[in-house]
């Protein structure tokens, strides 16, 4: 540091004989000279030197020199003693000394000559003189080398404590008392006005520890708080001094947690839980008799699961087609259930003008419901989208009276999947944050043929019924092409099986005619476009069987082939003892628009909730899920419009020796289900769900999925609806769209 000030250089004034307390010095506090008396100075380094500043020099002489030194004074008390009785003699100079002869042996005589090298401590043999150990000489060595090291060590003890004052600065303002700066002058850290320390790395105040990526803060309602560096927040321990349920402390990917379910557990990085300390205080596999390897094992495999769902849900298709074009063709395709036999009355009868979807003619469904020809009834324009009920063999349109008069089990068909199309397009456009698009029009053609099976829907088969899939294709790419319109086939929805199932169709036939049908329509319709999406339900209900083959088959359709989704089983809507009732055909055709949404416009991968694993343990069998939407639950499906318990929620299972009794079903982690038996499983197991012997084909499992459904469960009196269709829980409210689990056909062995 330099130091200036104006008038006479330091150099040149006079210099103070001695300084007194009450002398004023020259100092520099923040680029300004100010004065300052010598008493505080004095106390600035006495405090900073500590008791250093209270010690002599020699206070500072090493441990081991005092110690060596005092050792000696004791040697020369020693000597000098001896001398006093008569030991031995001593002698100005060392001529005198030989020329006296001691009278006995082992005598110490000393000289004092001035010639060094012969001065000091000798000792007679009893026949000469030998030079001995010079006490008085090592003592005065001691001393000086002592008197050395103080003076360095307290030279070197005083530069250390002065060094570190540079560093230090105090303030009287409202900042800081205290600020501790580095060598480049930056501060370190902070003693604040409150008590609190600061520095670039942490901070302690007085109800907060804080470092760069968490802070520890107790506050009230809360004893502990851990609050990352994002804010996400902890709680501890709670205001009761308890460690709060449904906490945890996480360290990257990996977290101690608490739980209403457990006081200590551990998660890893893929999910997987070990419980540590269960919710009654035992230690797990301890004091309890908790199977730890079972616990495990449920754990990994509810990971495992999940991670099964996230890669499902991420793997985008680009493959498919996309709603590219200015129409494009919907084809729906199947039987009964698809041509909505017995839909009445109509629910979607009012064409929404902003979605501007369209028809051919003036109905999804053709003139002539057996027709192996797609004839558009009443003419062949693009009309708005609107659904009708039409007369027996579909050659015309009922009045609202006619459809009251009707027969309930009448198989006029209404609906005709256009509340499918009507969602799609809505949830089209609410995800671009359109209220219209103009440009891009969806058609729907509803091409299915009650009591068909699928050797009669497939190309080359007398029946023909192909042919209304070509013929409605013909027609709507004939009118793009004369209006200068792009055309597209996104993609084609196939509920069938019915007929197939009840006949006891093999499950490698139905898959391979189905695979077949598919091959042949993306030949014969799709060859200048990306390839179609076949979108498929399952059959169930009063129409599954005792061995799920059929359904087995839709199943392996949708988790083999990566253009085939199989959407939704078909049991858990209401039906009229098999087909389904107005508001039961919307409600599947708002949870098929949903996946056709996530498939066609979020780009999302996708397979129905069913079992990917099972494993058995003893009496137990442990069953893995895909969920679309985790966690699992159990609720109760339609049976016709009434909902029923299903026993077992659904399952059945047997094993070599026969039938098992089943204690208990429990869902017992989000992906996961254990059914208990009465007995030990012997050899292998299968496990059925929603089997035809077991109530109706129907179970009780179904993921979580929030969704809301663009349309609502409408009840009208006097309409040709059944009283029992005035579902209290359903009318007036969007249809639930939960994903419930497929029909299946489960095997492990031990």
């Known amino acids: 540091m330099t130091l200036e000030v104006s008038g006479t250089p330091i150099g040149y004034l006079a210099r103070a004989k001695s300084v007194e307390k009450k002398d004023v010095l020259p100092i520099v506090q923040e680029g300004v000279t100010k004065q300052v008396e010598a008493a505080q100075v004095v106390n600035l380094v006495t405090n900073n030197l500590g008791s250093a500043a209270l010690k002599n020099t020699e206070d500072f002489a090493s441990t081991v020199t005092v110690n060596e030194l005092k050792s000696e004074v004791q040697g020369v008390t020693y000597a000098v003693i001896a001398i006093s009785n008569g030991a031995d003699k001593s002698f100005p100079t060392y ?77 009287s303002n409202d900042e800081y008392t205290l600020r501790v700066l580095n060598k480049f002058g930056f501060t370190e850290m902070d003693l604040k006005l409150d008590g609190s320390l600061a520095s670039r790395l942490f901070s302690i105040s007085k109800d907060t520890i804080s470092t760069a990526e968490l802070s520890l ?24 001094a308890q460690l709060s349920a449904k906490s945890g402390l996480i360290f990257n990917n990996e977290s101690i947690e608490s739980s209403e379910d457990f006081i200590l557990g ?60 200015n129409l494009n063709h919907f084809l729906w395709y199947g039987q009964s259930l698809a041509s909505n036999a017995e839909t009445f009355p109509a629910l979607s009868k009012t064409a929404y003008e902003n979605l501007d979807n369209l028809m051919l003619g003036d109905s999804s469904k053709p003139r002539g419901a057996y027709d192996d020809k797609f004839t558009p009834l009443n003419n062949s324009n693009l009309n708005p989208l609107k659904a009708v009920v039409q007369a027996a063999g579909g050659n015309g349109i009922l009045t609202d ?38 440009t891009r029009k969806f058609v729907l053609s509803n091409c299915a043929s009650s009591g068909q099976t699928i050797d009669q829907l497939s190309k080359g088969n007398s029946a023909n019924r192909y042919n209304r899939l070509t013929q409605a294709i013909n027609q709507v790419r004939a009118i793009a092409e004369a209006q200068s319109l792009s055309y597209t086939i996104p993609a084609l929805i196939l509920e069938h099986g019915q007929f197939d199932s009840a006949n006891g169709m093999s499950k490698t036939d139905y898959k391979s005619k189905v695979l077949k049908l598919f091959s042949d329509f993306t030949t014969d319709f799709c060859a200048n476009q990306d390839a179609p999406s076949f979108f498929i339900t399952q059959v169930g209900g009063a129409y599954g069987n005792e061995t799920h083959e059929v359904a087995s088959a839709q199943l392996e359709l949708s988790k083999e082939n990566l253009n085939i989704y199989g959407v939704c089983p078909e049991y858990f ?28 416009v979020l780009g999302e991968g996708w397979q129905p909730l069913h079992c990917i694993n099972m494993q058995i343990k003893d009496d137990k069998a442990l069953l893995s899920y895909h969920v679309p939407y985790p966690p699992l639950q159990f609720k109760t499906p339609f049976t016709s419009t009434e909902q029923l318990a299903i026993p ?24 996961l289900i254990e059914i208990k038996f009465t007995r030990k499983v012997v050899g292998s197991l299968t496990v059925y769900y929603a089997r035809k012997s077991n109530l109706y084909g129907a179970g009780c499992l179904c993921d979580s999925d929030p969704f809301v459904s663009t349309e609502k469960y409408i009840y009208l009196e006097n309409s040709g609806m059944a009283a029992s269709e005035n579902i209290a829980s359903l009318v007036n409210k969007p249809y639930p769209n939960q994903n419930w689990a497929f029909a299946q056909k489960i095997v492990a062995s031990e």
């Open 95 to 171: 001529a005198e000394m030989i020329a006296y002869k001691p009278a006995q042996a082992n005598v110490s005589v000393r000289n004092n000559d001035p010639d060094p090298n012969l001065r000091g401590t000798y000792i007679w043999t009893g026949t000469e003189y030998v030079a001995g150990y010079d006490t008085l000489d090592e003592a005065i060595k001691l001393a000086s080398k002592a008197k050395s090291e103080a003076i360095d060590e307290s030279s070197i003890y005083v530069d250390q404590k002065t060094e570190d004052l540079k560093y230090l600065k105090s303030s």
């Open 217 to 240: 803060i107790s506050k009230s309602g809360a004893v502990l708080e851990v609050v990352d560096r994002v804010g996400r927040t902890v709680t501890v321990i709670d205001e009761n």
């Open 266 to 325: 551990a998660k890893d990085k893929y999910g997987r839980t070990i419980v540590i300390i269960d919710k009654y205080g035992y230690l797990q596999n301890q004091a309890n008799t908790t199977d730890y390897e079972y616990e495990i094992l449920k754990s990994e495999r509810n990971a495992l699961n999940l991670s099964y769902s996230e890669k499902v849900r991420s793997n985008f298709n680009s493959q498919i087609q996309r709603t590219t074009a």
């Open 401 to 438: 009276a006619e459809i009251a008069a009707l027969e309930y089990h009448a198989q006029n068909e209404g609906e005709g999947a256009v509340a499918c199309i009507n969602s799609l397009k809505q949830l089209f456009l609410k995800y671009f944050s359109l209220s219209r698009d103009q």
């Open 573 to 600: 809507v209401a039906d009229k003892g098999g087909h389904l009732t107005s508001n039961g055909a919307r409600w599947l055709d708002c949870v098929i628009a949903k996946v056709m949404f996530r498939v066609l």
């Open 648 to 671: 077992n929620q659904g399952f059945v299972a047997e094993d070599e020796n026969g039938s098992l009794v089943i204690s208990s079903v429990e869902i017992i982690a989000d992906t």
